[in-house]
């Protein structure tokens, strides 16, 4: 029923740039977040960034002036656009849906996508 569909991944050389998409698909009757995590090679996930119903965002520092997450206006869709990036941004990206689904509240996860700075 409800996926969470990644894309935009790939390989990019450092000072490039990658845009993340993740689209929330099934029954939903509610998105109250989305967001995207990461996790490096033996790292936690971590947060990179969250954006609300109500359209407020919320960045890891490390991200902060480079990253920007957004959503279109049917609010089951969540972008990651990525500049400057830096090896040290080398991870699986994890997008993150706070849903609400026959009126209950469930924290979904997609598959995860690979994203790797060179150089």
């Known amino acids: 029923q409800v996926q969470l569909v990644e894309s935009g991944g790939g390989l990019v050389q450092a000072g490039g740039s990658l845009r993340l998409s993740c689209a929330a698909s099934?029954?939903?009757?509610?998105?109250?977040?989305m967001g995207w995590y990461r996790q490096a090679p033996g790292k936690q996930r971590d947060l990179v960034a969250t954006v609300t119903t109500g359209s407020k965002t919320n960045y890891a520092d490390s991200v902060k002036g480079r990253f920007t997450i957004s959503r279109d206006n049917a609010k089951n869709l969540v972008y990651l656009q990525m500049n400057s990036l830096k090896p040290e941004d080398t991870a699986v990206y994890y997008c993150?849906?706070?849903?609400?689904?026959?009126?209950?509240?469930?924290?979904?996860w997609g598959q995860g996508t690979q994203v790797t700075v060179s150089s």
């Open positions: 993150n849906a706070d849903l609400l689904i026959a009126g209950m509240e469930y924290i979904y």
């Open positions: 099934g029954s939903i009757s509610g998105i109250r977040a």
